[in-house]
């Protein structure tokens, strides 16, 4: 498995932008998939972004046009920009990755995003 470690959560008001980082512990260049989550409180979690190796990002509807990933290989990060965010986008957002080779599949420890006036 790979550790992952998210940063860049933080407070900020409707229609502002953050971007949230995702840190592999190693190459994520062998890594089939690489994916955005997000769990409000008393919610499910529920997917938001993906990102492919050698493919096309995929984006979950409700943050389609607003948020954008991007995998960086060389430096073993997968970035979330958000931008014209929503009190509804408030969320723990954690990183995810999926091997599949070996099936095998890891999380980061989330970050908050809190999106409030």
């Known amino acids: 498995q790979v550790q992952l470690v998210e940063s860049g959560g933080g407070l900020v008001q409707p229609g502002g932008s953050l971007r949230l980082s995702c840190l592999a512990s190693?190459?994520?260049?062998?890594?089939?998939?690489m994916r955005w989550y997000r769990q409000a409180p008393g919610k499910q979690r529920e997917y938001v972004a993906g990102?492919?190796?050698?493919?096309?990002?995929n984006y979950a509807d409700s943050v389609k046009g607003r948020f954008t990933i991007s995998r960086d290989n060389a430096k073993n990060t997968v970035d979330l920009q958000m931008n014209s965010l929503k009190p509804e986008d408030t969320a723990v957002y954690y990183c995810n990755a999926f091997e599949a080779s070996t099936g095998a599949t890891s999380w980061g420890q989330g970050t908050q995003v809190t999106v409030s006036s």
């Open positions: 190693r190459t994520i260049s062998s890594i089939y998939l």
């Open positions: 990102s492919i190796s050698g493919g096309s990002p």
